[in-house]
């Protein structure tokens, strides 16, 4: 089978590998047919990050179930599911606690698309396994388009995680995403608008993301100076200085949500967030629980996905556009199983 394998920085193609097999009762091997560029993608592609090559790359797809292990109930063969992002075994008391990022019958990290705990492939290649299929997969429901909820492995219920954990105890709440990853802040707003914020305004200088933004609900036009007027704000950012910024945007018992992935030890105005009383969080979001709700925000159409204008290309031509400087790309390839 084929893997899209980063070999270098700006070093991406498809390679043949060793095709995955059944690993024991509980598995399932998948073959993705919408698979989504995360907005970690072009960054672990160009180098920027500290997982190094060579690693099959991809962790957000939807895919078709070609065959599963004797003891997997949930899902059977040509069930379209998605594929969340991270391993785990849905048993541990970790994975019982609501925590399977940390989930301890693998090792730490185990996920798709990066070269951490152990090699589990990567989410745009034909064929992946999935070692724990009632716990990880989710069947999508008759009729929701696959590319609408390519990315619900990751970006698009972080997103909605982000926003609506917070704004469940906040009412009437004003909201800012400070903007800056492909899709997270775009898909933010959107969430924040699903989730019941009374207004939303976006911080970004990219005319096209601002663009997005607006066409997803924003309002971009915002005052010069925004300290202390937001109960939630939703850092999708890379930039130290924008999240600083976030974080002095913060009303008096406010939240801030950071999912940009900053590398870097940011500066944090520590004193003046004590004497606001705010809370910042900060984590890998174990999406498994939530995938449902977002399947049902996309099918009432709650939030549109399809608004941050992902490429579609054909899984030929992924290593050129993963590339790109895109919002979003989706790699497709057809179906096999009768669907
Ligand atoms: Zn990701
Ligand atoms: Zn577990």
């Not at 939807?62 to 969340?84: F, I, K």
């Not at 990567?122 to 008759?142: I, N």
């Not at 498994?288 to 009432?300: N, T």
Request: aromatic share 6%; proline share 8%; with cysteine.
């Amino acid at each position: 089978m084929r893997a899209l394998i980063v070999r270098g920085p700006g070093q991406l193609a498809w390679e043949q590998a060793p095709s995955p097999k059944l690993s024991s009762a509980r598995s399932a091997l998948v073959r993705p047919i919408a698979s989504a560029s995360c907005d970690l993608d072009r960054r672990l592609i160009a180098g920027l990050t500290p997982f190094k090559p060579p690693f099959a790359l991809g962790h957000e797809c939807v895919a078709e179930v070609l065959e599963v292990g004797g003891e997997v109930a949930s899902v059977r063969r040509g069930d379209l599911v998605s594929v969340p992002w991270k391993i785990a075994c849905g048993e541990c008391a970790q994975c019982r606690a609501g925590r399977g990022t940390a989930c301890t019958s693998v090792p730490r990290l185990a996920a798709y698309g990066v070269p951490a705990g152990g090699n589990w492939g990567g989410l745009f290649s034909e064929l992946v396994e999935v070692p724990f299929a009632d716990a990880m997969l989710v069947p999508l429901p008759p009729g929701l388009d696959p590319l609408a909820v390519a990315s619900a492995s990751d970006n698009l219920t972080d997103a909605w995680v982000a926003t609506s954990r917070p704004l469940a105890t906040r009412e009437n709440a004003r909201v800012l995403v400070v903007g800056g990853t492909e899709s997270l802040g775009v898909l933010a707003v959107q969430m924040a608008n699903a989730a019941g914020a009374a207004s939303v305004d976006y911080l970004d200088d990219n005319d096209y993301r601002r663009e997005l933004a607006v066409r997803s609900g924003a309002n971009v036009e915002l005052e010069p100076v925004l300290d202390e007027r937001y109960d939630l704000v939703v850092s999708a950012t890379r930039d130290p200085q924008a999240l600083h910024r976030g974080l002095l945007a913060l009303a008096p018992g406010g939240h801030c949500s950071c999912i940009g992935i900053l590398f870097e030890d940011p500066k944090i105005p520590l004193f003046g967030m004590y004497l606001r009383d705010v809370t910042l969080s900060v984590g890998v979001c174990n999406v498994r629980p939530h995938i449902p709700k977002v399947f049902d925000l996309v099918a009432s159409g709650r939030c549109d996905p399809l608004l941050v204008s992902p490429t579609v290309v054909p899984w030929q031509e992924a290593p050129e556009a993963l590339i790109q400087p895109l919002a979003k790309c989706i790699v497709v390839r057809e179906r096999i199983t009768a669907g």
